[in-house]
């Protein structure tokens, strides 16, 4: 396992397209994180799951976006009619156990560019 | 005003200066999160403290619950270590799991 994987790596595409991004956690996390990272800024969080169940969404995920966990491994983030103001690093992270206070394991992120 | 607070925000140091990185965060916290992010790179753990101090290496982390306040040492850079420090605060017995992250210090090391 090598692991945290996202991708792409990168998308560049057009206001109004829609974008899906795909991360795979270390095999057995059962917990997985999206975040949003804008240049200067640190992350900020967006979405969680434990195992498949969605537990907590933040207020900056406006209706366009929508993510899901469906076999509690693999997880979508999906975008839909995207904005120039999308554009950003989205990062996925994933850790394991019941614990609040777990290791957190990072991705390389998935940089979108919307022109 | 940020939950979490970092200073300085760059920093640029010689290598094999003695560097320091603060946070201080506003609310009660479970746990304190130091991570490094490379240019262009995804985010890696360094340490997660909730009490006394860490080391790992040329790192150091310590905290001070009562102060609500985390330092960031690094002994002897190396322009390696030039990269992104990133503080973030997990709080105490609430019902949310999400990280509360501080804006990051940019730090260079200089040959």
């Known amino acids: 396992d090598t692991g945290v994987s996202q991708n792409p790596r990168h998308k560049i595409t057009k206001r109004g397209q829609n974008v899906t991004f795909r991360c795979d956690p270390i095999s057995e996390h059962n917990r997985l994180y999206w975040y949003r990272q804008t240049l200067g800024q640190g992350p900020e969080f967006l979405t969680y799951?434990?195992?498949?169940?969605?537990?907590?969404k933040s207020r900056l995920l406006s209706d366009r976006f929508s993510a899901e966990r469906p076999k509690g491994s693999f997880s979508t983030l999906e975008i839909q009619r995207t904005e120039q103001g999308d554009s950003a690093m989205y990062l996925c992270?994933?850790?394991?156990?019941?614990?609040?206070?777990?290791?957190?394991?990072f991705g390389e992120g998935s940089r979108l560019t919307v022109l | 005003k940020n939950e979490v607070e970092q200073s300085p925000q760059n920093l640029t140091a010689q290598e094999g200066e003695f560097i320091t990185i603060n946070c201080s965060y506003s609310v009660g916290i479970s746990a304190l999160h130091w991570l490094q992010q490379h240019p262009g790179g995804g985010i890696v753990s360094l340490f997660m403290?909730?009490?006394g101090k860490k080391k790992h290496g040329r790192l150091i982390a310590t905290i001070n619950i009562q102060e609500k306040h985390s330092s960031l040492h690094i002994t002897a850079s190396h322009p390696r270590d030039s990269a992104v420090y990133i503080c973030?605060?997990?709080?105490?017995?609430?019902?949310?799991?999400?990280?509360?992250f501080g804006t990051g210090t940019l730090l260079a090391v200089q040959p």
């Open positions: 403290l909730s009490s």
């Open positions: 799951f434990q195992n498949e169940a969605q537990l907590e």
């Open positions: 992270a994933s850790t394991l156990g019941l614990s609040y206070t777990g290791e957190l394991f």
């Open positions: 973030a605060v997990r709080y105490y017995g609430g019902a949310t799991n999400k990280l509360i």
